[in-house]
């Protein structure tokens, strides 16, 4: 399976988060990345490429002009009015009730860090901007080698990851929406025809959820761990509204899942929403902190059943781009990523084996 791989990801490595209250070491951290090319490397996955830069244009599709625009220049800002170097922490947060907001000068320079994002994760550093624009640009590059190559998978590692970043807000780590950019990308320039985004982290992902919410295409689906962060979002009663009603799958699961419940969820997901619908191709927003051992997330999915996920993909037949978004037990990280890229390749070439036989 070819592999993009952006190296300026490690620009970006704030030293802190808050978490109920605390200051504690950032957990989103470039050893992810280095763990997960080690194990690509030593297994033999594929090729290792650079990303291809598309431009700022693509990134618009999703994101809004004002919120790149604060994004470039944000850590700057932060900095020259005398805020932490570590990097940008909002502590005032605009709810965007009509009744108490007007526009965007009200908030000034100390508001701003507030309105365009909802939590103290998503801690903009110095190089976070060229990181994450990079990131973009691996689920591009990516999608751009899965379609026009004829490939069966790509993998992109997209760091910082994008899942909780929906068109001007960040939040969860997430500041650009890789897989909801690359998703627009397969539909509008590369014309694949229908999409979907499955969302495969503990955390729903409600960065993409939100911006495909009215949308029929692509449709969007996660299974995901509940009650737990983002908190307000992925409940199974959300379906989509307008043109999209009907295409926003949630498959909530409580914490403590194990293996074989997780499959079985995954199954149904497949069968009863994915395949009736019909994609010419898949985004997989490829988080393993389902992993037991895994410090941000709550389910007991073990190493083996990595393999088990990847297999079920394949079998859907179609072109799927995996983008790298949670995982946070570093040491397994590249184990179990690996074993869902290998174990995906590997029914997908018997696959194509079969069909030309």
């Known amino acids: 399976m070819l592999v993009v791989h952006a190296p300026r990801h490690a620009l970006h490595h704030p030293p802190k988060e808050m978490v109920m209250g605390r200051f504690v070491d950032y957990r989103e951290v470039p050893s992810?990345?280095?763990?997960?090319?080690?194990?690509?490397?030593?297994?033999?996955?594929?090729?290792?490429?650079?990303?291809?830069?598309?431009?700022?244009?693509?990134?618009?599709?999703?994101?809004?002009q004002e919120y790149i625009d604060y994004f470039q220049t944000a850590y700057e800002k932060w900095v020259a009015?005398?805020?932490?170097?570590?990097?940008?922490?909002?502590d005032t947060f605009a709810v965007r009730l009509p009744q108490i907001y007007r526009d965007l000068t009200d908030g000034g320079s100390g508001g701003r860090p507030g309105y365009f994002a909802y939590?103290?994760?998503?801690?903009?550093?110095?190089?976070t901007y060229e990181a994450a624009y990079d990131a973009a640009q691996?689920?591009?590059?990516?999608?751009?080698?899965?379609?026009?190559?004829?490939?069966?998978?790509?993998?992109?590692?997209?760091?910082?990851?994008?899942?909780?970043?929906?068109?001007?807000?960040?939040?969860?780590?997430?500041?650009?929406?890789?897989?909801?950019?690359?998703?627009?990308?397969?539909?509008?320039?590369?014309?694949?025809?229908?999409?979907?985004?499955?969302?495969?982290?503990?955390?729903?992902?409600?960065?993409?959820?939100?911006?495909?919410?009215?949308?029929?295409?692509?449709?969007?689906?996660?299974i995901h761990g509940a009650p737990d962060y983002p908190y307000f979002w992925g409940k199974a009663e959300e379906t989509g509204a307008g043109a999209g009603k009907g295409f926003n799958?949630?498959?909530p699961l409580s914490?403590?899942?194990?293996?074989?419940?997780?499959?079985?969820?995954?199954d149904r997901v497949i069968s009863e929403h994915i395949v009736p619908y019909g994609p010419n191709a898949l985004v997989i927003s490829l988080g393993v902190d389902t992993f037991a051992k895994d410090p941000v997330g709550g389910f007991q999915l073990t190493s083996d059943c990595f393999s088990e996920i990847g297999?079920?993909?394949?079998?859907?037949?179609?072109?799927?781009?995996?983008?790298?978004?949670?995982?946070?037990?570093?040491d397994e990280v590249g184990l179990n990523v690996t074993n869902v890229l290998l174990a995906f390749d590997t029914v997908a070439a018997a696959s194509v084996a079969a069909t030309e036989h």
């Not at 009015?81 to 909002?90: E, K, L, Q, R, S």
């Not at 939590?119 to 190089?127: K, P």
């Not at 914490?255 to 995954?266: F, S, V």
């Open 81 to 90: 009015m005398g805020g932490n170097p570590d990097g940008v922490f909002p």
């Open 249 to 251: 799958i949630n498959m």
């Open 255 to 266: 914490k403590g899942t194990q293996d074989a419940e997780y499959l079985a969820a995954l």
């Open 311 to 330: 297999k079920r993909l394949a079998r859907v037949g179609v072109p799927t781009l995996f983008i790298l978004e949670g995982g946070y037990a570093v």
């Open 138 to 222: 691996a689920a591009l590059t990516g999608a751009d080698r899965l379609i026009n190559e004829g490939r069966s998978g790509v993998f992109a590692i997209s760091r910082p990851p994008g899942h909780h970043s929906s068109t001007d807000i960040a939040g969860g780590f997430c500041f650009f929406n890789n897989a909801a950019i690359a998703a627009e990308h397969l539909i509008t320039k590369l014309k694949v025809g229908k999409v979907v985004v499955l969302d495969v982290d503990y955390h729903h992902g409600n960065g993409t959820q939100s911006i495909f919410y009215e949308r029929a295409n692509p449709m969007f689906a996660s």
């Open 32 to 64: 992810r990345v280095f763990n997960i090319l080690k194990a690509v490397k030593e297994r033999s996955v594929g090729e290792v490429i650079e990303p291809v830069d598309h431009g700022i244009e693509s990134i618009l599709t999703v994101h809004s």
């Open 119 to 127: 939590d103290m994760t998503a801690v903009i550093a110095q190089g």
